[in-house]
């Protein structure tokens, strides 16, 4: 949904190029660098037209008297992009895609990120972002550039959300309905590199709750909910993550010149697991 902005190299070879980076080097992100993402920023629309407030702070200055930090887990970064959102039906499916949008063009620049939603210290991020009644601020994205030798931590982190892993096509991806699994070697009319940008996308921990189904020029896009750790913030994280598997599907798409849209029309599919649930419709034109 990026309207005037095209990365400057092919989206499929940005998503294998993002990863998720914990340990930074101390070089400085260039005024020109933040102005392209701040002018990013301001283009970026998603699915669902919530509204969401971005802004990228900077870790060495007070804003509104905050320290801003991570309890450790990043290692060298300064500058964080950060997300408000006020609640609402679609409001993190909404974050999910925007944010997720600018990570990419920022790894298009040569710039880390990593999507951080438990470890940090959401009362000053909150009080730097002057969050309202109402308002939620569910991420912060650490960017800058990578430092070649990982941390401890990082390392360990990277093991432990099992990041370098993804389910297979026949796990996440169906014809029809859900009797019938999709494979890489199936025929999709073209649509092969958005399935596999979407199960390249990153998720909380990695779990890939995104479900897909092809039907037709149709593609139902289902967040898979069984197994629900014992939540500590009031939203559901899944949500944030379909909006990225979205922004995947979608800006693939928009590159190869494949033009459709996402619609909220559930079709009701029988053999429907009961885990699932149903989310949106992306249709071709």
């Not at 949904?1 to 980076?21: A, D, H, L």
């Not at 701040?38 to 990228?56: L, M, R």
């Not at 920022?106 to 959401?122: E, V």
């Not at 500590?232 to 494949?258: N, W």
Request: net charge positive.
């Amino acid at each position: 949904m990026i309207k005037e902005f095209i990365f400057n190299e092919p989206i499929n070879n940005i998503v294998r190029k993002r990863r998720s980076i914990r340990t930074y080097n101390t070089e400085e992100i260039s005024s020109e660098i933040v102005g392209k993402l701040n002018d990013y920023i301001n283009e970026i629309s998603g699915p669902f037209k919530e509204n969401i407030t971005f802004k990228i702070l900077d870790s060495k200055e007070r804003i509104n008297g905050a320290r801003l930090g991570t309890y450790g887990v990043i290692k060298g970064a300064t500058k964080f992009i950060v997300a408000k959102v006020k609640e609402g039906q679609y409001s993190l499916e909404e974050l999910g895609y925007e944010m997720e949008s600018l990570v990419l063009y920022a790894t298009s620049m040569g710039l880390g990120t990593c999507w951080i939603g438990g470890t940090f210290k959401k009362g000053q991020f909150a009080k730097a972002m002057e969050l309202r009644e109402g308002e939620i601020l569910p991420i912060v994205l650490p960017i800058g550039y990578a430092k070649e030798k990982r941390s401890l931590i990082d390392k360990t982190m990277r093991f432990i959300s099992k990041c370098d892993k993804r389910k297979q096509w026949n796990e996440i991806f169906y014809l029809r309905d859900f009797s019938c699994p999709l494979t890489q070697y199936c025929t999709l009319d073209g649509f092969k590199d958005m399935f596999e940008n979407v199960r390249l996308a990153p998720s909380a921990v990695n779990k890939q709750p995104w479900r897909i189904v092809k039907r037709g020029n149709e593609f139902y896009f289902y967040v898979n909910e069984e197994k629900e750790e014992k939540k500590e913030d009031s939203y559901d994280i899944k949500r944030i993550d379909m909006g990225i598997a979205m922004c995947h599907f979608e800006l693939t798409c928009k590159e190869q010149g494949i033009k459709g849209n996402f619609k909220v029309s559930d079709p009701n599919i029988s053999d429907m697991p009961n885990s699932y649930k149903y989310i949106a419709t992306w249709v071709k034109e």
